[in-house]
């Protein structure tokens, strides 16, 4: 069995902003919920038959609170924020595993649902484009990652992320902690950049482990920095691996589509629910 997660929330940015190259700034009120549900469709045509969407139901999370600069939903384009709850809804619609997220974020449930699967189950974790803060260790062993995206299979397996970075996957939290994260919003540890933050890791391991006098005043920062960047593992998502499974679109999906002015939605979801089940 096969499971992939997808991280709703960065699809739906990715497919707001291509639109734009098309649209030249005209944006459909549900134009980036098209696009990711159609992304969706592709997989469940090409046989995926377990998926779990994640999403950030609000940007703010429990990471707000340990420091002040953390991202938030400052910024986001009003045409693109109407678009959060809607994707959600027609998720459901679709009858996809959706799971809107408050407390955590979306990284943190594709990282809890990587994390429960037993060894036996290969976990597809989609890639988000970056260092996704860590990489899940049940994940790590038995998966083979792709993204609706296409990227490269192997852009978040061990020796792609040691190439990039510089370091093993286990340490890129560590990693993120020193040189900081802008898209999240902490700066890391003044003076230590992508080769120096990689030397220290490789020398002597995960922060916890630096001698006091390495980073000075900025040992207890880089600490608070390093949990901002580690995903939690313990959303509590579903109980059995059968929820995940598509078994085609509801009865709400129809009138989803006439509101997306998506009609083919409902077609090719029929169709490729019928092929599943014949399979």
Same mark, same amino acid.
């Given at each position: 069995?096969?499971?992939? *997660?997808? &991280?709703?929330? !960065?699809?739906?940015?990715?497919?707001? !902003?291509?639109?734009?190259?098309?649209?030249?700034?005209?944006?459909?009120?549900?134009?980036?919920?098209?696009?990711?549900?159609?992304?969706?469709?592709?997989?469940?045509?090409?046989?995926?038959?377990?998926?779990?969407?994640?999403?950030?139901?609000?940007?703010?999370?429990?990471?707000?609170?340990?420091?002040?600069? !953390?991202?938030?939903?400052?910024?986001?384009?009003?045409?693109?924020?109407?678009?959060?709850?809607?994707?959600?809804?027609? =998720?459901?619609?679709?009858?996809?595993?959706?799971?809107?997220?408050?407390?955590?974020?979306?990284?943190?449930?594709?990282?809890?649902?990587?994390?429960?699967?037993?060894?036996?189950?290969?976990?597809?974790?989609?890639?988000?484009?970056?260092?996704?803060?860590?990489?899940?260790?049940?994940?790590?062993?038995?998966?083979?990652?792709?993204?609706?995206?296409?990227?490269?299979?192997?852009?978040?397996?061990?020796?792609?992320?040691?190439?990039?970075?510089?370091?093993?996957?286990?340490?890129?939290?560590?990693?993120?902690?020193?040189?900081?994260?802008?898209?999240?919003?902490?700066?890391?540890?003044?003076?230590?950049?992508?080769?120096?933050?990689?030397?220290? =890791?490789?020398?002597?391991?995960?922060?916890?482990?630096?001698?006091?006098?390495?980073?000075?005043?900025?040992?207890?920062?880089?600490? =608070?920095?390093?949990? *901002?960047?580690?995903?939690?593992? &313990?959303?509590?998502?579903?109980?059995?691996?059968?929820?995940?499974?598509?078994?085609?679109?509801? &009865?709400?999906?129809?009138?989803?589509?006439?509101?997306?002015?998506?009609?083919?939605?409902?077609?090719?979801?029929?169709?490729?629910?019928?092929?599943?089940?014949?399979?």
């Amino acid at each position: 069995m096969v499971i992939d *997660l997808v &991280d709703g929330t !960065y699809e739906l940015f990715r497919h707001f !902003y291509g639109l734009r190259r098309f649209t030249r700034g005209a944006d459909r009120p549900y134009g980036a919920v098209t696009g990711v549900l159609n992304g969706l469709l592709q997989m469940f045509e090409g046989g995926a038959t377990h998926v779990g969407v994640a999403t950030d139901h609000v940007i703010e999370s429990f990471r707000n609170a340990l420091w002040a600069g !953390y991202k938030t939903g400052a910024g986001i384009e009003p045409a693109l924020l109407a678009q959060f709850h809607p994707l959600e809804d027609a =998720l459901a619609a679709m009858g996809v595993a959706v799971w809107p997220m408050t407390e955590l974020e979306a990284d943190d449930a594709t990282a809890s649902a990587a994390h429960r699967p037993p060894a036996t189950r290969a976990c597809r974790r989609c890639w988000s484009g970056r260092p996704t803060r860590t990489w899940p260790s049940a994940c790590a062993a038995t998966a083979c990652c792709r993204s609706i995206a296409r990227a490269s299979r192997s852009a978040t397996r061990p020796p792609s992320v040691r190439k990039k970075f510089g370091v093993p996957p286990e340490l890129i939290p560590d990693y993120l902690a020193l040189v900081g994260d802008a898209a999240d919003g902490y700066p890391g540890i003044k003076g230590i950049g992508a080769v120096g933050a990689a030397r220290l =890791l490789n020398e002597r391991g995960p922060i916890e482990d630096f001698p006091a006098e390495v980073l000075g005043s900025g040992h207890d920062a880089a600490l =608070l920095f390093k949990r *901002l960047a580690t995903l939690r593992t &313990d959303a509590p998502l579903f109980s059995d691996v059968d929820a995940l499974q598509w078994r085609g679109p509801t &009865d709400a999906f129809a009138a989803w589509t006439e509101r997306l002015e998506a009609p083919k939605l409902l077609q090719r979801c029929q169709a490729a629910a019928a092929k599943l089940e014949s399979h």
